[in-house]
């Protein structure tokens, strides 16, 4: 069911806009001033779509702390098979640290403290989908699942608008990188919000 997830876009309308990407085999869209109208909306929300929901807000709050304290705008929880919030972090590159991404520390430190089959249980919840170092990691470490709020084609078209210089890496989505690892993003309800962290970020 994750899989038609971003068809579930707040709005009306037919079918749903290209967010960068979309696992689902019927969806033709390529572009995003494209609409989709080969996967229906759904218009129920179930409880697990509620939950998720729930700690991408929570990750939204994470990366505008960790904007509030120096850092980039991202932010990240690590949630059990059982629902249970297990860790939280932001980014925290403001140290020097180009590297300390929330995703990568979540993922070590599901390693250091949980069994194969906890984390293979496992949720990783981000505001923006990781870059290739974090889901690397994702993927050493046996992480089951993913869910992302805004993508990373969507990171890189801001940028761009912003003036920013690009990303220092060739752009690898989490679908390309992780297949055999269930990914759920990016929800448009999020998009505005984190655009605007960025773009504080990029511009101050
Ligand atoms: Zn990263």
Not at 73 to 94: M, Y
Not at 105 to 116: D, E, F, I
Not at 164 to 181: G, I, N, W
Request: charged share 25%.
């Amino acid at each position: 069911m994750y899989h038609i997830m971003i068809h579930d876009s707040i709005g009306s309308g037919r079918g749903h806009r290209f967010e960068g990407s979309c696992n689902d085999q019927r969806c033709r869209t390529t572009d995003a001033r494209e609409t989709c109208e080969a996967v229906p909306r759904r218009t129920v929300m179930t409880e697990s779509d509620a939950a998720d929901i729930t700690h991408l807000r929570r990750c939204v709050e994470l990366a505008r702390e960790a904007v509030e304290t120096g850092n980039r705008p991202f932010g990240s929880v690590l949630v059990s098979g059982a629902g249970e919030i297990l860790k939280e972090d932001h980014n925290r590159t403001g140290s020097g640290d180009p590297t300390a991404h929330p995703e990568l520390a979540l993922a070590r430190w599901a390693a250091l403290n949980l069994s194969k089959a906890e984390r293979a249980a496992a949720t990783i919840y981000t505001s923006g989908e990781h870059c290739p170092m974090c889901a690397a990691a994702h993927g050493w470490c046996g992480i089951g699942r993913a869910v992302f709020a805004t993508s990373t084609p969507q990171l890189i078209a801001w940028l761009e608008e912003f003036g920013a210089p690009p990303l220092p890496y060739k752009p690898v989505t989490m679908r390309e990188l992780l297949p055999h690892v269930e990914i759920v993003g990016p929800f448009e309800a999020f998009a505005a919000e984190i655009k605007a962290m960025h773009e504080r970020v990029h511009r101050r």
